[in-house]
């Protein structure tokens, strides 16, 4: 099992930048893969931002790329999803996800456990 309790949401202007965070705790083989998928109202769950730390590179949404940055340690279990130049369409909740087996990491379906969310909000 892995828990993922995110944090660092809140609401910023646009052209502001935000740093989330996602702390995973429980088997390491369960979390091979980390994510960042958002979820605006109305809209379904999208991709963000994935990494696999048998490569270590790190793969994004075309509509964050150049903007957005996701780094993390391994071996503690922690990601960040570094945002800058936000825009209020960005804004929606952010979710944490794992994986303990290979997949594509654009999809939701390759991830076992998610995180409660954190709000996000682009506003003047």
């Known amino acids: 099992q892995v828990q993922l309790a995110e944090s660092g949401g809140g609401l910023v202007q646009p052209g502001g930048s935000l740093r989330v965070s996602c702390a995973a705790s429980?088997?390491?083989?369960?979390?091979?893969?980390m994510g960042w998928f958002r979820q605006a109202p109305g809209k379904a769950r999208e991709f963000v931002a994935a990494i696999s730390w048998s490569t270590g590179i790190p793969s994004y949404a075309d509509s964050v790329k150049g903007r957005f940055t996701l780094s993390g340690i391994y071996a503690i279990g922690t990601v960040y999803l570094q945002m800058n130049s936000l825009k209020p369409e960005d804004t929606a909740v952010y979710f944490c996800?794992?994986?303990?087996?290979?997949?594509?990491?654009?999809?939701?379906?390759?991830?076992?456990?998610w995180g409660q969310g954190t709000q996000v909000t682009v506003s003047t």
């Open positions: 996800a794992a994986a303990g087996r290979s997949g594509i990491p654009a999809l939701s379906t390759t991830y076992d456990y």
């Open positions: 429980g088997r390491t083989d369960s979390r091979r893969t």
